[in-house]
């Protein structure tokens, strides 16, 4: 839980130092956004090398190493003199930093948890969203897939509809949904892996997913920025994000449709 606090909540809250970012290197919103994207996308693509380094020496030792590049990056950022000295700084050792730390850790909580392994997960997530509230998902009243589906759908609109809050009230209650439900997608994601498609797997079928994720985060991050250059705000970059979060959502809830067509392919063949 301190990992996702520390790393986590850090990096969830680089919106809030954007403006200011931005100002200081005076730099465009698409330069600022790369800062995002690279650190992202490094996290991402360390997961894989982390589970297979934590499976041969540990999860602890490769943990450790990871929170020790995260304070490491968070320091020099603080004495970059250009944002392509915090490229690196802040975009590859804090990114790989997490990705050490989050990879092993997600491996080790489903591995550790199997009656209540969503609410360890929601515990764990707990320190950087408030998605934990999804602990239900162990109480079996409704599938956990089915929660994954709608909270990846519900969480799509909430993104197409911000252009549209014009007022503060309006802002917070979706920015509270968007919690909601991008918190329930990240605390599900890894047991469903683990429920789906086994435990034993859970290093590989993990890796696959975050390294897929990766390729999606470094495009809309710089997307969304280059978006707001042009456009002058954020909306269309709210739009295009939450039509990408939909297509994924319709894409997940046609997976029983392909299951069965697969079935039935079977039977014939």
Known sequence: MIHFLVVGGCVSSFGVFFKTIKETFDSTAADVAWLQAILTFVAFMTVPPANLLSSRVGPRPVVAFGGLLVNIGYFLTAFAPTIWVAYFTYGFLIGAGAGCSYGPSIVVISTYFEKRRALANGIAFAASSIGA?????????????????????????????????????????????????????????PVLLAEELGLVNMPVTSSVMYCTCAFFMLGLNVLAGFLRDVTGDWNESFLVIGSSVMVAAIINLAEPLAARYGRRQTREA
């Not at 239900?136 to 709608?150: E, G, R």
């Not at 609109?157 to 252009?163: D, G, K, S």
């Not at 549209?164 to 509270?176: D, N, R, W």
């Open 133 to 189: 509230f999804w602990w239900f998902a162990d109480l079996n009243f409704v599938k956990k897939k089915h929660i994954y589906q709608t909270a990846t759908l519900a969480n799509g609109i909430v993104f197409c509809l911000f252009p549209f809050a014009k007022q503060y009230v309006g802002l917070a209650i979706l920015s509270g949904l968007c919690g909601v439900f991008a918190g329930s997608i990240v605390v599900l994601a």
